[in-house]
């Protein structure tokens, strides 16, 4: 007979905490395939980020990921409830100067590739749609 070892994070009951999650985004759509399809697909899942019943750590977005947190973005009303939720939505600085998207921002806050590091290292998972 053996014992059974599980890792801690399968070992929560109802209502604990679950690790620290973060969300990567990395461009305006989600998946591969149809770019139109993609686009609606991600912009559905930030939708249902702040509703669903776990929350992320935090958002960041990268590459042309960041044109989501743009003041014309179909997102900003939806990532502006996560900040609201208390959810840290970061975008890369390098790729806001990249793609010419001024600052201040509409929704998030730019921050260096040091910080981004800082905060996947600290995730407990990272979820890539």
């Known amino acids: 007979m053996h014992d059974l070892v599980m ?3 399968y070992l929560l009951l109802e209502g604990d905490t679950p690790g620290h999650r973060v969300v990567l985004i990395g461009s305006e ?6 770019e139109a399809l993609g686009r609606k697909l ?3 899942l930030i939708d249902e980020l702040t509703s669903g019943p776990i929350l992320p ?7 042309g990921g960041v044109r989501l947190v743009a003041a014309n973005s179909p ?3 939806d990532l502006e409830e996560l900040e609201h939720h208390g959810i840290d939505v970061m975008a890369c600085a390098t790729s806001l100067e990249h793609h010419g ?3 201040p921002l509409a929704a998030g806050r730019p921050v260096s590739l040091s910080e981004i590091a800082d905060c996947l ?3 407990t998972t990272v979820i890539r749609p």
Not at 29 to 34: R, S, Y
Not at 57 to 63: D, G, K, Q, S
């Open 7 to 9: 890792p801690e994070e």
């Open 29 to 34: 759509a989600m998946g591969e395939g149809d």
């Open 42 to 44: 991600l912009l559905a």
């Open 57 to 63: 750590h935090a958002i960041i977005f990268y590459n």
């Open 75 to 77: 997102a900003l009303a």
């Open 101 to 103: 998207i001024p600052t």
């Open 121 to 123: 290292m600290k995730a």
